[in-house]
């Protein structure tokens, strides 16, 4: 488990362990479904799913209290809004790389 994260669930759910690796385990899942989504939506030029999917990254990196995942994500939907393809495509290897960290 990351340690930001771990840091953060604890002191959101007093210690109590088994809440904190559910979440935590949800949190994973999720990125790693909205990655897949993120390349979709690039693949596709859907510049409006691309910035909710990352819209909802940032929530549940922030939830999860990985404050650099949510960065990343907060560029995405910057990169989104703009239909800078290159950007985003860089960032959403960003957060691949991000992801393998958890």
């Known amino acids: 488990m990351k340690e930001c994260c771990k840091t953060y669930l ?5 210690d ?4 904190v690796n559910e979440i935590y385990g949800e949190y994973v899942s999720s990125v790693r479904v909205k990655i897949m989504e993120a390349t979709t939506a690039l693949t596709g030029s859907t510049w409006q799913q691309l910035d909710r999917v ?3 990254v940032k929530g549940n990196a922030l939830a ?4 650099e995942m949510a960065d990343v994500a ?4 910057n990169a989104a809004q703009l239909q800078d393809a ?3 495509r860089e960032l959403i290897a960003r957060l691949g790389e991000l992801e393998k960290l958890l």
């Open 10 to 14: 604890n002191e959101q759910f007093g």
């Open 16 to 19: 109590d362990e088994a809440v």
């Open 54 to 56: 990352a819209h909802t």
């Open 64 to 67: 999860a209290g990985d404050n």
């Open 74 to 77: 907060i560029q995405l939907r």
């Open 86 to 88: 290159a950007q985003a």
